[in-house]
């Protein structure tokens, strides 16, 4: 199993953090990583994307051009990567802020309003866990435990008492993605 995955969006959505947290959670289950993050000059606001490949085999070259899965987060990530899945592929969005929705009929596509939900719940830093777990729903190649683990991982102690707020987040995840 190998899974070539893209996350983008704008800088301070925690598109490089969902990444880091996905690849933390494959080491997790000794699977071989990679992770290669991409942004601009002006990080929060500006573009930013992070290509993850989880595998249980040796990865060749962490360098794609095809993504089994796409997590597209706003309007110019969708311009640029909706064409990069693969068909028989998945496109994961946010609709918040997308006006051109994804119009391919060779890839599975669904959404999760997790803008609208962290936003609900008073607490938009939990955005990026609530796409994360719409994405394991679909594509569970790692263990929500291990997720956990993987955040605890990438989170300085000092913000360890959110754990438990981030693992609700995932778990609201799964049950608003939506097949389109």
Known sequence: MTEEIIIAGFGG????????ILGYSGIMQNME???MP???PEMRGGTANVTVIVSNERISSPYLNE?????ILNQQSMDKFEKAVKPGGTLIYDPNGITKHPTRKDISIYQVAATDKATQMGNTKVFNMIVLGGYLKIKPIVEVDNVMKGLEKSLPKRHHNLLPENKEAIMIGM???QKC
């Open 67 to 71: 993504f089994d899965t796409a997590i």
């Open 38 to 40: 991409s942004y601009g």
């Open 175 to 177: 049950e608003l993605i």
């Open 13 to 20: 959505q925690g598109v490089l953090s969902m990444g880091k």
């Open 33 to 35: 990583v990679s992770w």
